[in-house]
């Protein structure tokens, strides 16, 4: 069946302004050709009538998608504008647009610099310079894509309605965004809501309905993976050359690098694709990402990347069990399942440590949060968000949350956040008007009638407390690694990291040259990421460990082929 357009008070709008006619005319053509039938084009060459037009298209409850303005304005900047529409709506996507002849002007590069930096374009577009540049469309279909993931233009795959609040609504629309499962949430008591829920004899929320017709009462994790398409089990004995435990950087590096040089590798995950790093809203330090990217969308990519190359990815599932067999190694399942494998990558990476506060622990999952999920920022515009924490992630998690929240404090016991966190951040940070850090300070108390409504701080210098509204709590107070279930033979620190190559005690490994390189105590076992003794708490080097570590393998099966029968 065919879609028939929307009309144009239904189709969301795309808003272009520049002052240069001869380039407005260009923008226009290629927009209106490309995204007129299903996005309302609207091109001016004033900013003032931009701004205008903005403020009632939002008061109409109109979904605005992308504005692109140029810089050099007039009455007006590009950045003044593109600031505008981010009070109007922080899901605009904002792009300054450039002409190619800008690139040598100082002006115009500081511009775009300064505004990335302190979040007031989320990056620039080059003007088109002629019929279908593709050029362009690539900047504007990805800002449309990012865009689409929180407002479906059409049928979502998945529709669950649940209790706004409630942790397991929560839990599940974490595990649908992360995975990048299109979906759209509606409360119990909304007219969607009550329409998915009253053909159903008893209800038990949260309820899930798929695309295909498939109604799930309260799922668990595996029940809504497998009705998204996602494996949760092994069909028949399969033996395979690498299984990777943990599918963040480092275990999504070692399948793409695995499978791509022939090994049958298995990734088995027992939560999300991405790990710690999944949780991070916006990652600007990668190479090779000059607009950034959220770490989920890097999970995604990766994760097609190896299934493409044929890694199996087990969802839902744990590795309980670490043993030697007759051919190799054996790993066991949660379920009791028994996988037969020749060599092994721990990249399970680590978990959040806990606050220790009774009251706030009763309260996770009704408005206090381990990590950050994207998924939750749309649900707290207009409120007062604290994060615990002063690492990249929280940093990173706090710009995101400030783009939606009235207000977003940082708390962290040290007294600067240069001790932990990267100076681009804390300049974001320092920028943004609504984000504030409050040095040696300690979260001791907190509440609320089924969800969070207020925290107790405490002054770590003076001991005053302070009782503060509080609408969400984000805590991200480092990690300890999940390794207590390894065999007694795989060497860990005081703090449970996985000891590694040179780390590993003298007299480990079967030969005067093992073990290899990220290669732990067990022979065939590697660790990267993470859960390995003194690895650097990075992405860039989660995947470059997860790469060196199919290395270390190809070099451990090349020995077992050596090897006399």
């Known amino acids: 069946m065919t879609a028939v357009p929307k009309s144009g008070e239904?189709?969301?709008?795309?808003?272009?302004?520049?002052?240069?006619?001869?380039?407005?005319?260009?923008?226009?053509?290629?927009l209106s050709t490309r995204y007129g039938r299903h996005y309302e084009v609207r091109c001016t060459s004033s900013p003032t009538e931009a701004a205008d037009t903005l403020r009632s298209l939002v008061e109409a409850g109109r979904n605005v998608a992308l504005v692109l303005a140029d810089q050099w304005m007039p009455s007006m900047t590009g950045v003044e504008l593109l600031a505008v529409a981010k009070g109007l709506d922080s899901d605009i996507k904002r792009g300054l647009l450039v002409s190619w002849g800008a690139w040598g002007d100082e002006a115009t590069a500081k511009a775009i610099v300064e505004a990335m930096t302190f979040g007031g374009i989320d990056y620039y577009v080059l003007k088109p310079w002629r019929i279908a540049d593709e050029f362009f469309h690539r900047t504007?279909?990805?800002?449309?894509?990012?865009?689409?993931?929180?407002?479906?233009?059409?049928?979502?795959?998945?529709?669950?309605?649940?209790?706004?609040r409630s942790r397991r609504s929560y839990e599940l629309r974490n595990f649908l965004s992360r995975h990048r499962i299109e979906h759209s949430f509606y409360p119990v008591d909304s007219p969607e809501g009550r329409a998915v829920l009253e053909d159903l004899d008893t209800v038990e929320l949260p309820v899930a309905q798929t695309l295909d017709g498939k109604t799930l009462v309260n799922p668990t994790d595996?029940?809504?993976?497998?009705?998204?398409?996602?494996?949760?089990h092994l069909e028949g004995e399969e033996t395979f050359g690498a299984v990777v435990i943990g599918s963040g950087p480092a275990g999504l590096a070692a399948a793409v690098y695995g499978a791509s040089e022939g090994i049958k590798t298995l990734v088995v995950e027992r939560g999300v694709v991405g790990g710690q790093a999944g949780s991070s809203s916006m990652i600007r330090n990668y190479l090779g990402f000059a607009r950034g990217i959220s770490g989920s969308e890097l999970a995604a990519q990766a994760y097609q990347q190896a299934w493409v190359f044929g890694t199996t990815f087990l969802m839902t599932q744990e590795v309980t069990a670490i043993e030697r067999g007759a051919g190799g190694l054996v790993v066991t399942l949660s379920g009791g399942r028994r996988v037969a494998t020749t060599a092994i990558v721990l990249a399970n990476g680590v978990s959040y440590r806990r606050l220790g506060v009774q009251p706030l622990e009763d309260l996770v999952g009704a408005g206090v949060f381990y990590g950050a999920a994207a998924s939750e920022a749309h649900a707290l515009k207009g409120r007062r968000v604290f994060i615990v924490g002063g690492g990249n992630s929280a940093g990173q998690a706090a710009i995101h949350l400030a783009k939606h929240a009235a207000s977003v404090d940082i708390v962290v016991r040290s007294a600067s956040l240069a001790e932990s966190m990267s100076d681009y951040l804390i300049k974001e940070i320092e920028a943004a008007s609504n984000l504030a850090v409050r040095l040696r300070s300690q979260v001791v108390d907190g509440g609320g009638d089924g969800r969070l409504e207020h925290l107790v701080l405490r002054d770590l210098d003076s001991g005053v407390e302070e009782r503060l509204e509080a609408d969400a709590l984000f805590i991200m107070i480092g990690a300890q690694p999940h390794t207590d279930w390894l065999p007694d033979e795989i060497e860990r620190d005081h703090w449970g990291f996985v000891l590694t190559g040179d780390d590993v005690s003298s007299g480990s490994g079967s030969s005067p040259d093992r073990p290899l390189p990220l290669e732990t105590s067990m022979l065939g076992v590697f660790a990267a990421g993470d859960v390995r003794h003194g690895s650097i708490k990075r992405v860039a080097s989660a995947v470059g460990e997860g790469s060196a570590a199919i290395s270390s393998v190809h070099e451990h099966l090349r020995g077992l082929a050596s090897s006399p029968a």
């Open 222 to 232: 595996a029940e809504i993976a497998e009705a998204c398409g996602l494996k949760t």
């Open 140 to 164: 504007v279909t990805s800002f449309l894509h990012e865009w689409a993931r929180n407002n479906p233009l059409g049928i979502a795959r998945v529709i669950l309605v649940g209790q706004e």
């Open 10 to 30: 239904d189709r969301s709008v795309i808003l272009a302004v520049d002052d240069d006619q001869g380039d407005l005319v260009r923008i226009s053509d290629e």
